[in-house]
Nanobody, 122 residues
Framework: QAQLAESGGGLVQAGGSLRLSCIASRRTYNTYPMGWFRQAPGKERDFVAAISSGSGSTYYSDSVKGRFTISRDYAKNTVCLQMNSLKPEDTAVYYC???????????????WGQGTQVTVSS
């Protein structure tokens, strides 16, 4: 069974930074596009960033472009999300996910982690 595990969430003041990590249990994920999504209370799960396999092309939502950076380490089966200049509206549970096809749509992702809470105080 596929497994993804996020870490790195926490409480930070506005303007601060956090680095989220997602480790995959199987090297198979190195062939999958990977994405980060977030879900605030009472809201839908929204796309944050995605990275392709192979070339490592990256994609971001407009709300995080220029502040967040997604990267992957194939040797460590890990995908990271560096979050800078955090805002209170970034507060959410952040999920990493794997998909056979690169997409910004949550329903296209087959495998999900349990999520990690990010709280940004004003």
């Amino acid at each position: 069974q596929a497994q993804l595990a996020e870490s790195g969430g926490g409480l930070v003041q506005a303007g601060g930074s956090l680095r989220l990590s997602c480790i995959a249990s199987r090297r198979t994920y190195n062939t999958y596009p990977m994405g980060w999504f977030r879900q605030a209370p009472g809201k839908e799960r929204d796309f944050v960033a995605a990275i392709s396999s192979g070339s490592g092309s990256t994609y971001y939502s407009d709300s995080v472009k220029g502040r967040f950076t997604i990267s992957r380490d194939y040797a460590k089966n890990t995908v990271c999300l560096q979050m800078n200049s955090l805002k209170p509206e970034d507060t959410a549970v952040y999920y990493c996910a794997a998909s056979r096809l690169l997409s910004t749509t949550a329903t296209m992702y087959d495998y999900w982690g349990q999520g990690t809470q990010v709280t940004v105080s004003s």
